[in-house]
C-alpha cells in the first residue's frame, strides 16, 4: 500500500471533530424546539382547563336560573369549584328578564401595556347576559 492509498484510507475512516460539533450543534437546536413545544403545550392545555371549568361554572348557574320561577328571579350567587359567580336579573320588559352573570376565578387575563401576551391569572372577571322568558 502506498503513502497516498493510506492517507486517503484514513481520511475516510470516521467524523472530522468539525462534522461531530455541526452534528451536536443540530441535535440541540432539535431537543431546544422540543422543550420549546412541550411548554407551549402544556400551556394551551391549562388554558383549556381553565376555560372548560369556566364554562361548566357558567352551565350550572344557567340550569340554576332556568329552574328558578320567573317572578322569583332577582340577585344569586355561588361558588363552583375555584368560580365565585353572582348574578342580577333585571326586567327588560313586562315578559323578559335579562340575567347579567359574572364569573371571577382563574383565566385568561387580556393583554395589558406591561405585558406582550395574554396570561394566565387567578382573579379574571367575565360577564354573560341571559335572557329569560315569561312562561
Same mark, same amino acid.
Given at each position: 500500500m502506498s503513502r497516498s492509498e493510506a492517507a486517503v484510507t484514513h481520511a475516510e475512516g470516521g467524523f472530522s471533530l468539525v462534522e461531530l460539533v455541526m452534528a451536536l450543534i443540530v441535535l440541540s437546536f432539535g431537543v431546544v424546539g422540543l422543550a420549546t413545544t412541550t411548554l407551549f403545550i402544556t400551556r394551551e392545555l391549562t388554558l383549556a382547563e381553565v376555560t372548560t371549568a369556566r364554562a361548566i361554572a357558567i352551565q350550572s348557574v344557567m340550569e340554576n336560573i332556568r329552574a328558578t320561577p320567573y %317572578?322569583?328571579? %332577582? @340577585?344569586?350567587? %355561588?361558588? /363552583?369549584?375555584?368560580? *365565585? /359567580?353572582?348574578?342580577? !336579573?333585571?326586567?327588560?320588559?313586562?315578559?323578559?328578564?335579562? *340575567? #347579567? /352573570? *359574572?364569573? @371571577?376565578? +382563574?383565566?385568561? !387575563? $387580556? /393583554?395589558?401595556?406591561?405585558?406582550?401576551? $395574554?396570561?394566565?391569572?387567578?382573579?379574571? !372577571?367575565?360577564? *354573560?347576559?341571559? #335572557? @329569560?322568558? #315569561? +312562561?
Open positions: %317572578d322569583s328571579l %332577582d @340577585v344569586g350567587g %355561588d361558588t /363552583i369549584g375555584e368560580m *365565585v /359567580i353572582s348574578w342580577t !336579573a333585571t326586567a327588560n320588559t313586562a315578559q323578559d328578564k335579562a *340575567v #347579567r /352573570i *359574572v364569573t @371571577v376565578g +382563574p383565566g385568561l !387575563a $387580556p /393583554i395589558s401595556a406591561v405585558q406582550s401576551s $395574554p396570561m394566565l391569572s387567578n382573579s379574571v !372577571a367575565d360577564t *354573560v347576559v341571559y #335572557r @329569560v322568558l #315569561r +312562561p
